[in-house]
């Protein structure tokens, strides 16, 4: 069984540029999350969907990233424009859910994003 | 207020001896725990999870136990290999088991 994909695995970018991220579903599962992870620290959650809908998205800085997951199964984060706090690993991951609670999240590689 | 802590930043212990991490909450009420191991440069991986109602869990070399009234968590490796090497990480489901607030990771190292 394929993991979740997410890509690009690295990106530098220079202070108020936009980025993209992109991530792929294990195929089938309903909920799917974006995680940023500073160097040295636990992921916090940005934003989750629940098929194309959104969950939660209180700790999503929308004056600067905004996500999408068009059809309930490839989602897409975006940042513009980018700041130097910014810089961190972006982790996508997924989840069934089973009797209304999450299960074992499945993540990908992470997408790692320096800004100068 | 809302915050997770996990033991110290890094533990070191010699090979084959057992490894204990803990986890500690404050001002949640986590409908279950899950422990995720994390390499550098890769995604975390799920370990073991314990619900509310469950005082230990095991898989192998590893055990949870998990006290709602401490409000926290231990996660045992018994017989520890470099190999068991990693970050460590706590993630309380939280929202009625949603979604998953994570703690800051202990970075295990195990010396042979």
């Known amino acids: 069984e394929a993991g979740v994909a997410q890509s690009p695995r690295y990106k530098i970018i220079e202070k108020r540029q936009s980025v993209a991220f992109w991530c792929n579903p294990i195929s089938g599962h309903a909920t799917l999350y974006w995680y940023q992870q500073i160097l040295g620290q636990g992921p916090k959650l940005l934003i989750q969907?629940?098929?194309?809908?959104?969950?939660?998205d209180s700790q999503l800085p929308k004056d600067r990233f905004s996500a999408e997951r068009l059809k309930g199964v490839d989602s897409t984060l975006k940042i513009q424009p980018a700041k130097l706090e910014d810089s961190a690993v972006y982790l996508c991951a997924s989840s069934l859910i089973i009797g209304g609670r999450a299960g074992e999240l499945f993540f990908g590689e992470g997408s790692r994003l320096t800004v100068l | 207020s809302q915050k997770i802590e996990q033991n110290s930043e890094a533990l070191n212990i010699q090979e084959g001896k057992t490894a204990t991490l803990t986890c500690n909450y404050t001002n949640y009420s986590p409908a279950y725990l899950q422990w995720y191991r994390q390499d550098p440069g890769r995604g975390p991986v799920f370990l073991l999870l314990?619900?509310?109602?469950?005082k230990e869990k095991r898989k192998e070399r590893l055990k949870v136990t998990f006290d709602t009234t401490l409000k926290q968590s231990l996660f045992h490796i018994t017989a520890s290999q470099p190999a068991d090497s990693a970050t460590y990480l706590c993630a309380l489901g939280t929202n009625y088991g949603q979604n998953f607030v994570f703690g800051p990771g202990t970075r295990l190292s195990v010396l042979p």
């Open positions: 969907f629940q098929n194309n809908g959104v969950v939660d």
């Open positions: 314990i619900r509310e109602n469950e």
